[in-house]
């Protein structure tokens, strides 16, 4: 389970029993957060687009997250791992990409199409709805709506 932690800029990730439904915190990865990181080393970059982290999507194979960084214009594009995490000690966190854009300023709502190939994004500020084709494969995201 992913939860958006809007106060404090993060994404928090929980495993969940599937037999009594409770939770188990697993970890938080939040902006700043290191990725691309050597091991036990320094981090290459650090994540710019969680602050205000306002929605979240999960890809139909499970395998990518999505999140919307309201005050950072921004999509953030996580890979997951086997047991669902988007951080680990060794690499950080999991990065695909972050997307920055005008077209999402304010970027708030984000869903996915059933079939995994297109990712809507609403904005407020940008008072737009981007509609992006999505790499199935990479988990990558490019706008087709508005025309680039």
Known sequence: MYVSAVDTDAVVVFSRDTQTGLLTYMHYVAEGYGY???????????????ENPYELAVSPDNQYLYVTGEADDA????????????????????????????????ARG??????????????????SLVVFARNGQTGKLTAVQPPR
């Open 36 to 50: 691309n990181c050597e091991f036990l080393g320094p981090c290459a970059d650090t994540i710019d687009g969680l």
């Open 75 to 106: 999509i953030v594009v996580f890979e997951l791992g086997s047991s669902g995490e988007i951080a680990t000690i060794i690499t950080g966190a999991n990065i695909v990409e972050i997307i920055n854009d005008p077209l999402l300023d304010g």
């Open 110 to 127: 984000i869903a996915l199409s059933p079939d995994g190939q297109h990712a809507y994004v609403a904005s407020g500020v940008a008072d």
